[in-house]
T-cell receptor
Framework: GQNIDQPTEMTATEGAIVQINCTYQTSGFNGLFWYQQHAGEAPTFLSYNVLDGLEEKGRFSSFLSRSKGYSYLLLKELQMKDSASYLCAVRGQAGTALIFGKGTTLSVSS | GAVVSQHPSRVICKSGTSVKIECRSLDFQATTMFWYRQFPKQSLMLMATSNEGSKATYEQGVEKDKFLINHASLTLSTLTVTSAHPEDSSFYIC?????????????FGPGTRLTVT
């Protein structure tokens, strides 16, 4: 079967750093994706990892360990607008659909 | 990046009627389209996968006779919710997979909010 786990909710304050973890067990692996989704809107792409290591993109970084079936999304210098749901998704094979975790709702307070 | 559009963005229909949602890839040819739905406070759940010119493959628990998918061209896929009921109210999102800029990528549409009264 396929299983993707991430925490349901997290809270943090403006300016802080937060790490959202994701563990997965899937049949096959062809990439791990992170998306941000604000209420009532479609998900927007944040990052993609297919090889082990850290991918940095501005305030957001994503890490992957394929041997551990583990990824995290790191958000630095948090802003109020970062309050959203963060979705971890895995693609099992090239060209197939992404399988999503249940999402982590992040609340950033001042 | 590539653009995927959905129409309509919002639709309200009465129980028992049918609703068609269109998903278009605007600047690339989508060999595969994926349809997801998302209930409030839940994640995206894959409903079906459609390849151009062939029948869609539905995920377990999704009724193929209720959710009709047509992928007649490389830029258009449609999802028709037949005999809609209030429990079909959801956010429907398509994702198009195809070759853009030399690599194969997958892009999400903006979603369609369906409310069945």
């Amino acid at each position: 079967g396929q299983n993707i786990d991430q925490p349901t909710e997290m809270t943090a304050t403006e300016g802080a750093i937060v790490q959202i973890n994701c563990t997965y067990q899937t049949s096959g692996f062809n990439g791990l994706f992170w998306y941000q989704q604000h209420a009532g809107e479609a998900p927007t792409f944040l990052s993609y990892n297919v090889l082990d290591g850290l991918e940095e993109k501005g305030r957001f970084s994503s890490f992957l360990s394929r041997s551990k079936g583990y990824s995290y999304l790191l958000l630095k210098e948090l802003q109020m607008k970062d309050s959203a749901s963060y979705l971890c998704a895995v693609r099992g094979q090239a060209g197939t659909a992404l399988i999503f975790g249940k999402g982590t709702t992040l609340s950033v307070s001042s | 990046g590539a653009v995927v559009s959905q129409h309509p963005s919002r639709v309200i229909c009465k129980s028992g009627t049918s609703v068609k949602i269109e998903c278009r890839s605007l600047d690339f040819q989508a060999t595969t389209m994926f349809w997801y739905r998302q209930f409030p406070k839940q994640s995206l759940m894959l409903m079906a996968t459609s390849n151009e010119g062939s029948k869609a493959t539905y995920e377990q628990g999704v009724e193929k006779d209720k959710f009709l998918i047509n992928h007649a061209s490389l830029t258009l896929s449609t999802l028709t919710v037949t005999s809609a009921h209030p429990e079909d109210s959801s956010f429907y999102i398509c994702s198009a997979h195809g070759r853009t800029g030399g690599s194969y990528e997958q892009y999400f549409g903006p979603g369609t909010r369906l409310t069945v009264t």
